[in-house]
């Protein structure tokens, strides 16, 4: 039930992207993962997935090395879905998201009544049911970010990674596509998302981890990991906190902190919350 990494190392181009991450993540839980540009997110995530070798360390699915898993395995397990996903060819977007479908078909099978129950489920469930027909390459980029959504959805796969799922999407498909990620959570998948959108992260995730140049900067519940003085280090901002008619607490990134990204105007200790427990 756990896809982890220890002391895991990254090097691209010669250069260290991420450095010394350990990091046990829990099915049953939506994690955000945030930090300033260029900070290691998507490389993190695509370590996750087994996409790029480590130096050092290495990943985990329940206690078993990630790389030593067959291809087909990993894709039946792990469901990927990453930002800038082009969609190649002009078929149609109940094609696209049965592509979610080819770990669990044999080579040339056609697709099963399962099969196409778990498509048609996923397009529900990522409001595109009514562009089924549609060319996907004439999507918008929001209609199209959502179609990969349902690719990834329609895997049914344990765990999910999303890299920045709701950058192109409309306010209402946000706080969708936010709600859906946590629906998922609850019913057992492991939910990794990368997000800058730091109000959405905090309202709607049950952890957060915040990287900073490569390294693991907090790991804990939103309102203990994005910490003022976490917000001021990572990003160089401060934020206004509430609490909505519903009774949820709410953090908005206000202004630049003055201190700016990497400031170093936070003690490291006081900032990192390590174990957030799941809440299943
Ligand atoms: N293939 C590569 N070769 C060399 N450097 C790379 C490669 N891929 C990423 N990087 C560098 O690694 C660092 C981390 O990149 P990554 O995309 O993981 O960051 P990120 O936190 O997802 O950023 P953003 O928020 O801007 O999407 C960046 O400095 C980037 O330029």
């Known amino acids: 039930m756990t896809l982890a990494t220890r002391d895991l190392g990254i090097r691209l181009d010669g250069r260290t992207i991420l450095d010394g991450i350990d990091l046990s993540l829990t099915r049953g839980m939506l ?14 995530l695509r370590a996750l997935a087994s996409l790029v070798a480590p130096v050092q360390g290495g990943v985990t699915l329940d206690g078993r090395a990630l790389s030593a898993l067959p291809r087909d395995e990993r894709a039946r ?3 990927v879905l990453f ?18 479908r080819l770990p669990h078909r044999r080579a040339f099978a056609d697709p099963s009544a399962a099969d196409g129950a778990a498509i048609t489920r996923a397009m529900a469930r990522a409001d595109i049911a009514h562009l089924a027909e549609r060319i996907a390459t004439s999507l918008s980029s929001g209609e199209r970010m ?6 990834a959805l329609a895997v049914e796969a344990e765990w999910l990674l999303a890299d920045e799922p709701v950058t192109a999407l409309d306010p209402a498909h946000q706080l969708d596509a936010m709600t859906l990620l946590r629906a998922a959570s609850r019913e057992g998948t492991g939910v ?6 730091l109000a959405l992260a905090a309202r709607f995730c049950d952890r957060i981890v915040v990287l900073s140049g490569g390294r693991l900067l907090a790991d804990g ?12 280090h990572a990003f160089g901002v401060t934020a206004e906190r509430g609490r909505a008619a519903d009774g949820t607490g709410y953090l908005l990134p206000w202004a630049r902190s003055g201190s700016g990204p990497e400031g170093g105007d936070c003690d490291r200790a006081g900032i990192c919350v390590p174990g957030a427990s799941p809440t299943e």
């Open 77 to 79: 397990r792990i469901a």
């Open 192 to 197: 990794v998302a990368v997000l800058h959108d």
């Open 31 to 44: 994690t955000g993962l945030v930090g300033p540009n260029g900070a290691g997110k998507t490389t993190l």
């Open 83 to 100: 930002q800038g996903g082009e969609i190649g060819w002009p078929i149609s977007v109940r094609e696209v998201v049965a592509l979610g």
């Open 221 to 232: 519940p939103p309102d203990a990991a994005l910490s003022d003085g976490l917000l001021a």
């Open 146 to 151: 959502r179609a990969l959504l349902a690719r």
